[in-house]
């Protein structure tokens, strides 16, 4: 969520910086702050809580200026939204550092510097990775070689820009789970945790990699890898194609979105997982001690968002074995409610704005201790500046980005990998979750962009399965446990865009009624992976085939099913079952696209729908 700016010209880049924190206020933030070297080779620092606007204010009433900075806005992990805490933070007057991202072994680290005479002025981590490279800098003279040095000792995800009056020719950076871009222009170089921050300045850009560390200046750069060797990253030039608002190479901005999917869920891992398990202040820095409190979650949401909560059921009360209810925001706002003692109110939404979540979340936050109310809110949203986000305790940002089509494609995948990080941090709280399986699925996280791409790359495939829906009126879509909202979800993308009218049920129940719909015309989609329920939903099928019923199953890869007559199974890539829901919507999605293709509808913008529904 937070941002960074940074710049080294041969002119005054004050401006630069700021307009460039403006291009990343949609992630979200607290305060902000920049900080300059000045002709005098003095460090000079401006910060601000609230929104750029102030920090702009500040700087027009308190001019600074210069050729070499760094600028950031902050969402507060470690320490409450203040002037203190905001970045740019310093060790003595020569010395500046922003960070994004996390500082597992802070507190370590934090004594072992207090021992050494440093004094803190501030509740962040970041304050600790300032102050370790100043002291590195006592053995290890050269800036670069002493931030080479330093990061060796930092657990946890950060992007780190840095800044030295003493060495006024350059601009370092570091990235370790958390993204960082370099822009390259003409005499000067500039550094983001995002291009879109870069491109008042320059369109060409050249991408850190995992465990990179640059040195910036005027006339070049210079990239280190993870192991300490010289490397070149490709410099791109960003075009008009590669704007969130064009479809590029894609027919229509519901493909592309699809196949963003590995990316945008990349971008929300970054920075929110440690070595072995999630890191919890991501949420904020009062999360832990409030998630420890909570013994009950309540989720409300609408559409796509209430599936993707509906599966976060299955895993706070499985994984996290806290229990956990939801509902339609729609429904929940106008009914008498019993509130459950230390219950953790979650909203969900895409765009923040929904009418009836909005009126949920504030119907919950009107209810006072005395009237039986929520330990606190949480919101999961993409968008930061949104009133959800802005009347949330806590938030966590999901970064699928502009989103033009109507039917949720990457929204509702990162918004159930954000849901994943919180129950996982809620069950890591709890002592409810095995370390030994926390760590089994941050692993498994960190390659699921890989398993989307998998699934993704059956994509013709898919498309041919999705002509057999092209003379079909009605769809059944099943699956078991928490593949069921997953069919849900499923059914609903079916009829947002192409139009066939779709249901979906728990698979068991398919013999208390919705059997009696099944013949050959009633294409029937299921999803198998490989769990526990495998048998009972192969049982399930055979009722299905009994009836004349076509069935189009995307099984994993390890379940056994086979093609057969009037059985058309799609093999899927093993994942770890609890994240399966995430890897099956994938080829459902695909499948709505085609058929909707073959129908001719109007896929982006299907009829009666909108895309942000901010009216009841």
């Not at 993204?179 to 983001?192: H, M, Q, R, S």
């Not at 994984?319 to 459950?340: G, H, M, T, W």
């Amino acid at each position: 969520m937070c941002g960074i700016v940074g710049a080294v010209a041969e002119r005054n880049i004050t401006a630069v910086l700021v307009e460039g924190l403006k291009r990343l206020e949609y992630r979200g933030y607290d305060s902000a702050g920049v900080a300059l070297l000045n002709e005098q080779g003095e460090l000079q620092r401006s910060r601000r809580v609230g929104k750029v606007a102030e920090l702009q204010n500040a700087l027009s009433e308190q001019p600074l200026a210069g050729r070499l900075g760094i600028a950031h806005t902050r969402w507060a992990t470690h320490g409450a939204p203040s002037e203190r805490n905001a970045h740019p933070h310093f060790s003595g007057s020569d010395l500046a550092v922003v960070h994004n991202g996390i500082i597992e072994n802070h507190e370590q680290l934090r004594a072992q510097l207090k021992d050494l005479g440093y004094v803190f002025s501030s509740d962040t981590d970041t304050e600790v990775i300032v102050h370790l490279l100043d002291h590195t800098l006592k053995s290890q003279p050269d800036l670069t070689a002493a931030l080479k040095e330093a990061v060796k000792q930092l657990h946890g995800a950060y992007g780190l820009a840095v800044i030295s009056a003493k060495q006024p020719d350059r601009l370092l950076a570091a990235r370790s789970g958390s993204p960082l871009v370099i822009g390259l222009g003409l005499g000067e170089n500039f550094l983001a945790s995002d291009q879109l921050a870069l491109r008042q300045v320059t369109d060409r850009f050249m991408y850190l990699e995992e465990g990179d560390i640059a040195e910036i200046r005027r006339d070049g750069v210079q990239i280190w890898d993870v192991d300490g060797k010289p490397v070149q990253r490709e410099s791109v030039q960003y075009h008009d194609g590669a704007e969130a608002a064009d479809k590029g190479e894609f027919r229509h901005f519901m493909l592309k979105e699809i196949h963003e999917q590995p990316k945008v869920v990349q971008r929300t891992l970054e920075g929110r997982l440690g070595t072995n398990q999630v890191l919890v202040q991501a949420f904020g820095p009062q999360a832990a001690e409030l998630f420890a409190r909570v013994k009950n979650v309540q989720i409300v949401a609408c559409g796509t968002s209430y599936h993707a909560g509906m599966v976060a059921r299955y895993w706070l009360e499985e994984l996290a074995a806290i229990p956990c209810q939801i509902e339609v925001a729609s429904e929940f706002r106008y009914r008498k409610v019993v509130v459950q003692p230390d219950t953790l109110f979650i909203s969900i939404s895409q765009s923040g704005e929904t009418a009836d979540t909005l009126a949920a979340l504030r119907n919950a936050k009107a209810l006072s201790p005395e009237q039986g109310g929520y330990l606190a809110s949480l919101a999961i949203c993409n968008v930061g500046i949104s009133s959800l986000v802005r009347e949330s305790d806590l938030c966590l940002l999901t970064q699928a980005g502009p989103e033009i089509g109507v039917a949720s494609t990457k929204a509702f995948t990162t918004q159930l990998v954000a849901l994943m990080l919180l129950t996982l941090s809620i069950g890591q709280v709890h002592g409810s979750l095995a370390p030994q399986l926390e760590a089994e699925l941050v692993d498994e996280l960190r390659r699921l962009p890989t398993r989307l791409g998998e699934a993704l790359a059956m994509d013709t495939v898919v498309e041919k399965i999705a002509e057999l829906f092209a003379d079909k009126h009605h769809a059944l879509f099943l699956g078991r446990g928490a593949q069921y909202p997953v069919a849900m979800e499923g059914a609903l993308k079916l009829k947002e865009i192409s139009y066939i009218h779709a249901e979906a049920y728990p698979a068991g129940e398919l013999k208390h009624g919705p059997l009696a719909l099944v013949d050959s015309d009633m294409p029937v989609v299921t999803v198998a992976p490989n769990n526990e329920l495998l048998e009972k939903l192969k049982s399930n099928l055979q009722e299905v085939r009994a009836r004349g019923g076509e069935l189009i199953v995307f099984a994993d890869q390890q379940a056994g099913m086979r093609n057969g007559e009037g059985t058309h199974v799609v093999n899927m890539p093993h994942i770890h079952d609890a994240l399966a829901p995430i890897l099956y919507t994938i080829p459902l999605q695909l499948l709505s696209y085609y058929v909707a293709v073959l129908k001719g509808t109007d896929v982006d913008q299907p009829r009666n729908l909108a895309k942000s529904v901010t009216v009841e």
